[in-house]
């Protein structure tokens, strides 16, 4: 056990004299508004001394104690991820001259500060968000520089709100890591812990005595009192698979009918990292700049893809999205729960929603766990090697060599770089595309050669618009490549078959002619392509070229037509019913609206294709590309993260579960 000191109370100011010493500013509890906040404090005398939170669901109230206690009052309204993971940073700046650009990466420096009162569920909270902050092919570099210019004083607690269940949670009372100090606050004063080497040196500045026995005992009762009183609130054990098999629960509607979606719950969280990305820029769209902010999971546009379609439109789906994310997926994405039982969504629930209420309604113990609705975690290998080198930071800019249109509303762009990485691009990945002035979309790459590479991209919307609209010798900056490629050579020696829709055959581009360059070692090769119209096929002029060889069997169809197409009008899965192949030796390839890719899957699968031989590129609502703001979450996924490219094996039953 680390040696233990005692700080008299009215010393406490010495500490924070040493921690300034030390070339810190200091934060922690104070009172604003009507409730404890963290704020930056400049003396000890700003503390909530004699001052108490009285807790319940939608509920909270301050008292006086009639005592000198400082840390007497629960947890407060704000969290720590305000200075770790704040609401609002700059992300980069960006020039346009004529068809020049330069994007550079905004990263600030972050300010050394002292955490002081942070509390144990309060640390499992920082440890629970670096974990999110740091995975992935880049992380958030902003974040971690927060982080590690950080010292955490912690408080073990003395006293327990109604709202608090971080005994069921394994994040408290007691503080047992993650604090360069420790305090337990005595009547008299303060025994002190110094739990890292950062908090050495400032102990040793105080030249405290040693801590009687009387002293450090008293300090143990009280927080294994605090233990006694909350109890075991939550039955955490099996929770995530329990809440995996309630999907379908009636319960997710009740409580619907009760939600605002306000987004109280995500904001005073002190785990949820969801974010935006808003982009500013003077009148000309010369200078610009954009920002991240935060953003909630409860929010109606937060599901919102191209085409003004919402994978999460209604309350009931993004409650069910948060409290199975915070409960369940987080254990497939991060490898713990996302909730440390702080209670503060309990607390400040304006309709006072009680989440061990709702988990004890929809994944109670009794409840049989059934087969497990998807995979248990995210697939292996899914970040190759060469993402290693790819931070945020990082732009490249490319040169518009030239501009093809496709059809009336869809381009592609021939890049040219010499970035090493961005050449390395492997079929299946994208690239972040940035123009100063707009969003920064995802774009599948449709063709890899030397000296550069080919975007496809439709106009959707006013990024893609801008996109679409360049010209030769434009330029972009890209971030990338990113995600997990199609498995080409899984298909080494089968049977390979292709089944496009519209817009989807870009990213399947890659995989044709990486298969028909080295021809002989796969099996018989099978093209299916849909689109709306004769006139929104894409690359005609390459499909007839295959059509016409020997080697490849070519099959189109279009939704609706006029007089002047002689081909098969019908959805893409028609072209299946006059096949007369095996699909047991077939590795099938599909990109498509998602509704064509369901269907697809299971015409695949009823003619023999096994699911772990059939892959989907799933370009849901990708924001950030490195798996930080949440918005491509499907089930235990992050789609920019863990895919694009998945097997119908590994989504399970998460591809095409309404609102999931």
Known sequence: MPAAYFLPRNELDRLFGALVADGRRIVGPTIADGAVVYDELNSSAELPYGRTADTAPGSYRLRTTGDRRAFDYGVALTSWKRFTHPSLIPLTRAHRDADRIV???????????????????ELAALGIQERAMRAGPAGDPDHAARRDAALIVAVECAMATSTCFCTSMASGPEVDHGADLVLSELDDGFVVRVESDAGVPVVASLGLRAAAPDEVERATAQVAAVREVIGDPVAANGLAARLRTALDHPRWSEVAERCLACANCTLVCPTCFCTSVGVASDLDGADASTERSWDSCFSLGFGRVAGDANFRPKVRDRYRQWLTHKFSTWWD??????????????????????????????????????????????????????????????????????????????????????????????????????????????????????GGLDLTIRSAGPATAALTGLVAGAQVALRGPLGRGWPIDAAIGRDVVIVAGGIGLAPLRPVIEAILGERPRF?????????????????????????????????????????????????????????????????????????????????????????????LTLERNMACGVGTCGHCQLGPFFVCRDGPVFSVAELGTAFGREGL
């Open 523 to 615: 099996g018989a090769i099978r093209l299916y392509l849909g689109a709306r119209t004769p006139r929104d096929r894409l690359f005609v002029a390459e499909m007839n070229a295959l059509a016409g060889r020997a080697d490849v069997e070519v099959a189109e169809i279009v939704d609706r037509a006029g007089p002047e197409w002689l081909g098969q009008v019908g959805i893409v899965t028609q072209l299946f019913d006059q096949a007369g192949w095996d699909g047991s030796r077939a590795t099938a390839f599909v990109c498509g609206p998602e509704r064509m890719m369901q269907a697809t899957a299971v015409t695949l699968a009823e003619r023999g294709v096994n699911p772990t031989a059939i892959w």
């Open 103 to 121: 994007v550079e990466s905004v990263l600030e420096e972050p300010p050394k500060l002292a955490f002081v009162g942070v509390r144990a569920c």
């Open 333 to 450: 994405q991060f490898g713990s729960s996302g909730c440390v039982g702080c209670g503060r969504c309990i607390a400040w629930c304006p309709v006072g929603i009680d989440v061990r209420e709702e988990l004890a309604a929809i994944a109670p113990v009794s409840a049989p766990t059934g087969p497990i609705p998807w995979p248990p975690s995210p697939p292996e290998g899914r970040a190759p090697a060469a993402l290693a080198t790819i931070t945020p930071a990082r732009h490249v800019i490319a040169t518009v060599r030239s501009v093809v249109p496709e059809t009336a509303d869809s381009v592609t762009l021939r890049l040219a770089t010499n970035d090493e990485a961005v050449l390395d691009a492997r079929p299946g990945q994208f690239v972040m595309v940035e123009l100063p002035a707009f969003a920064t979309p995802p774009i599948s790459i449709s063709r890899i050669r030397p």
